[in-house]
Structure formats: structure tokens, C-alpha cells
């Protein structure tokens, strides 16, 4: 079958025990719920099940249904909970650290911010102090009027309110890289922790439990060294981030004459899919809201195959099959 449901996961964890009940994550007793979902409706397939279709170019040894599960980020969770559940359930997974926080114990800005709004109530601070922020930085960088910012990006989505999208935006793209890398840095030494080092330890896995899990019926694949968005910089560095990468995998054991890209952020150009060929990557993956769906490797190109959310199945083992599901039923 050509049809592959390829489905999204970050932090898996038992939320209201943590020491960051306000994350957003995965509660592990609903993951363990959507598993069960999973293997009563879904042929859960592995990475290395994929690559010997896409590279044969027989989807038909696929099973009906197939399905992916992926884990993005590199967070230790995956390797505390998601593991034990997946070798309880004798399911494989595929696992996409981002190198450079496992191989120099940083945390990305993307966790930064995750951690900086989890730990932080009242957002009105938050929004203060970049705008204080900033305005040490307006001098050396051509930055707009604080006001101009704010009602730019400061609009309400289903998720999330006027400020905290507002901080995200700023944070994620809408300042100068450095700027935006200093801000996030500044504001999670004075809301989570200053020692970084203790912190990514405790966030992401180590080249131990990376080579673990390759060891153990699980697929470790590329998420980029420093976990930019791909498509923002120039060939040169793409193939930079890309081989960096490559290196990181063949360290934990990993194999790199067939191997996944999960692109940072989702996004990717042309250029960076030229890298990837020229590098032997048989499969690439997206994420929503920049490729959302169920991938048809008969009409997809399997370097830019689209994924669903964790969301987007249910969470209760005895749920009916939903749209998405009955999409597959029906093939």
C-alpha cells in the first residue's frame, strides 16, 4: 500500500508529576491510550520497513495501513517513557535529535521559550521585559517601534492568547537572529535556570541513550545540528547543518547510506532537497502546519512526505475511528 500515516510527537511525559506541569505535552497515560488506538486500527511499520519500499519502489510490501510513529526534539522523555512503551507494545519508532543539544549540551531556543512561558503566569511580564529588552539592543540593530511589533503579531489564534503569541513570534523570527538568541537567552536565565548545561542534561538524551534505543528496534535519523529553519539559510550552510548531522548519527551508531531527515521547524526549500540527494537521504518529513496529512508514496516526493499531530487521533483506546482513520479504512 502507498499510503503511510506518519504521526508527530514531542514531549511525552506524566504532566501533572512534573516539575513543568505547564508544558505542552503529551500526558503518558493518553499516550499510552492513542498506542493502543493505534495498534487496534494501524499496522505500526518501521523506519528501515519504509526505506526497502522507497528504495525498491514496491509500496505494495507495506502493509494496509501503515503507520510511523516519530518523536522530534531528542527529549529525554522519549527515552524514560516512550521506550518502555513501545517495547512493552513490540512497536518500533523513530527519533530525531537535534545534534547540537546533545553534543554540546545546549538548549534550543525553542525549549527556551517552551520553559519561559511555562514558568511565567502572568504574560504581560514577559511582554515587558522584551520590550526592555530590545530597547537595549534598538541602537545597534534597525529594530521597529515596540508598538509596530506588538500590533503586528500580537493576534489571538484558537491556541494561544494576543501575548503569548506575541512572545512566540518574537522569539521564533520576527527580530534579527542575534537579537532573538539573546533575548530568549536572557529572559530564561532570569525565569528557568542559569545553569544551561544542568538543564539540557536533564531535557535531552545523551550519546548513551541516543545508541540505546538504535540498539534496541529503534531508528535515530537527522533533526539538523543546530535546529534552524533550513530553508532561512544559504546551500553552503545547509550542506554545513546537513553533514554535521550525518557525522552526529554515525557517532551514536545510526547508519547513513540510507537514512530520514526530520526537517527543523518542517521547513525546506530546494536547495536543502539537492542536499539531501546529493547526501543519500531516502525519506524526508514535514511537519503541519507546512505539510499536514497522509503521505502517498505514490504521488508524494518521499523527501518531503507530509505528518499528522498526536492530536489529530484520539487518546482513548475505545474510540471510534475518527476522520483521519476512516481515510485510511477506506483504502
Not at 12 to 20: E, F
Not at 37 to 50: E, G, M
Not at 171 to 180: D, G, H, I, M, N
Not at 182 to 202: C, G, I, P
Amino acid at each position: 500500500m502507498s499510503h503511510v500515516t506518519i504521526v508527530m510527537y514531542h514531549y511525552v511525559r506524566d504532566l501533572k508529576r512534573s516539575k513543568y506541569p505547564e508544558i505542552k505535552g503529551l500526558d503518558l497515560a493518553l499516550f499510552k491510550e492513542q498506542i493502543k488506538y493505534i495498534k487496534k486500527f494501524y499496522n505500526v511499520i518501521s523506519a528501515y520497513d519504509l526505506f526497502d519500499a522507497v528504495v525498491m519502489k514496491q509500496f505494495e510490501d507495506l502493509p494496509s495501513r501503515a503507520l510511523l510513529l516519530t518523536f522530534d526534539d531528542g527529549y529525554i522523555d522519549h527515552y524514560r517513557h516512550v521506550f518502555p512503551v513501545l517495547a512493552k507494545e513490540n512497536l518500533p519508532g523513530c527519533f530525531f535529535p537535534p545534534a547540537k543539544a546533545i553534543s554540546e549540551s545546549k538548549v534550543l531556543d525553542v525549549n527556551k521559550i517552551h520553559f519561559i512561558l511555562a514558568n511565567v503566569q502572568e504574560k504581560s511580564i514577559l511582554v515587558g521585559e522584551i520590550f526592555r529588552l530590545i530597547d537595549i539592543q534598538r541602537s545597534s540593530f534597525e529594530l521597529k517601534p515596540n508598538d509596530t511589533y506588538w500590533k503586528t503579531l500580537a493576534v489571538r489564534t484558537s491556541l494561544d492568547s494576543a501575548q503569548v503569541m506575541f512572545i512566540k513570534r518574537m522569539l521564533q523570527f520576527a527580530l534579527p537572529s542575534e537579537v532573538r538568541h539573546w533575548v530568549a537567552d536572557q529572559l530564561f536565565k532570569q525565569y528557568v535556570s542559569s545553569d544551561e548545561t544542568s538543564f539540557s542534561s536533564e531535557l535531552y538524551m545523551s550519546f548513551e541513550e541516543l545508541t540505546f534505543l538504535q540498539n534496541n528496534n529503534m531508528y535515530v535519523g537527522s533533526h539538523g545540528f543546530d535546529h534552524v529553519r533550513l530553508n532561512s539559510i544559504p546551500a553552503e550552510e545547509q550542506k554545513y547543518e546537513v553533514d554535521l548531522s550525518l557525522g552526529f548519527l554515525e557517532s551514536i551508531g545510526s547508519p547513513v547510506d540510507r537514512w530520514m531527515m526530520c526537517y527543523p521547524h518542517g521547513t525546506y526549500d530546494q536547495s536543502l532537497v539537492s542536499v539531501l540527494i546529493d547526501r543519500n537521504c531516502t525519506v524526508g518529513i514535514s511537519c503541519p502546519p507546512v505539510a499536514f496529512g497522509i503521505a502517498d508514496l505514490d504521488s508524494d516526493n518521499c523527501l518531503t512526505l507530509p505528518r499528522l499531530d498526536t492530536n489529530d487521533l484520539p487518546k482513548c483506546s475505545n474510540a471510534e475511528p475518527n476522520c483521519w482513520t476512516q481515510k485510511v479504512l477506506q483504502n
